[in-house]
């Protein structure tokens, strides 16, 4: 997998999608955009081992270059319900999808694109 995305527009799959994603997982992917420009994610498809807390399955997006923890975490999802979109604060925005060593779903269908604002513009 490609670890970084500087595309205006793409689409992210979970590993294998839309077969199970498989055990023990660590993706990480890194989308920027144009320097001025914002970054826009938004799932159409999810389906993840569930459990309230998502410690065995989830999918985060970091608003940043990274997970450090200097970066605000903007949604961590599991199960089956759609999270809502999330917007970067500026062009980075940080995504990773993590799976343990059972349960595996079908993964999720994650769309990116640059926006000059968080107005959709």
Same mark, same amino acid.
């Given at each position: 997998?490609?670890?970084?995305?500087?595309?205006?527009?793409?689409?992210? =799959?979970?590993?294998?999608?839309? !077969?199970?994603?498989?055990? &023990?997982?660590?993706?990480?992917?890194?989308?920027?955009?144009? =320097?001025?420009?914002?970054? !826009?994610?938004? $799932?159409?498809?999810?389906? !993840?081992?569930?459990?309230?807390?998502?410690? $065995?399955?989830?999918?985060?997006? $970091? #608003?940043?270059?990274? #997970?450090?923890?200097?970066?605000?975490?903007?949604?961590?999802?599991?199960?089956?319900? !759609?999270?809502?979109?999330? =917007?970067?604060?500026?062009?980075?925005?940080?995504?990773?999808?993590?799976? #343990?060593?059972?349960?595996?779903?079908?993964? $999720?269908?994650?769309? =990116?694109?640059?926006? &000059?604002?968080?107005?959709?513009?």
């Amino acid at each position: 997998m490609r670890p970084w995305y500087s595309a205006t527009s793409g689409t992210i =799959y979970s590993p294998s999608y839309p !077969l199970h994603y498989g055990t &023990n997982k660590d993706c990480k992917w890194r989308i920027i955009a144009p =320097y001025g420009q914002k970054v !826009l994610i938004y $799932f159409t498809f999810v389906q !993840l081992e569930y459990i309230s807390d998502c410690v $065995f399955d989830s999918v985060q997006i $970091f #608003d940043g270059s990274s #997970d450090s923890y200097f970066n605000k975490l903007l949604m961590k999802a599991c199960g089956d319900r !759609l999270p809502l979109p999330v =917007y970067s604060s500026d062009q980075y925005i940080y995504m990773r999808f993590k799976s #343990d060593g059972s349960n595996q779903g079908e993964g $999720f269908t994650a769309h =990116y694109k640059a926006l &000059n604002d968080s107005s959709g513009g």
